[in-house]
């Protein structure tokens, strides 16, 4: 089995100890982080790569938290690709 379907599976079974703390972990780092910030990689590359994700050079994955007026105010979607 790749690494992909042991991600899938994790996902599958998300009362697992294993998922629980890496659920845990991540909600602890996007408190730490500011509304908005520059995503190295999706959280979720087994989903991202069927709806097309691919690690190029130069784009960026750009999550925002926090209220709708922000997001209308900027004229973004939640997730906003860059590419520079």
Do not use: N
């Not at 079974?13 to 972990?25: A, H, I, P, T």
């Not at 991540?26 to 691919?54: E, F, I, M, N, V």
């Amino acid at each position: 089995m790749g690494a992909y379907k042991y991600i899938q599976e994790l996902w599958r079974k998300k009362q697992s100890d294993v998922m629980r703390f890496l659920l845990r972990v991540r909600c602890w780092q996007y408190c730490q982080l500011s509304a908005l910030h520059r995503a190295p990689r999706p959280t979720r590359p087994d989903k991202a790569r069927p709806l097309g994700y691919k690690a190029k050079q130069g784009a960026s994955w750009t999550p925002l938290w926090g209220s709708k007026s922000l997001e209308f105010l900027l004229g973004w979607r939640r997730f906003h690709i860059q590419t520079f």
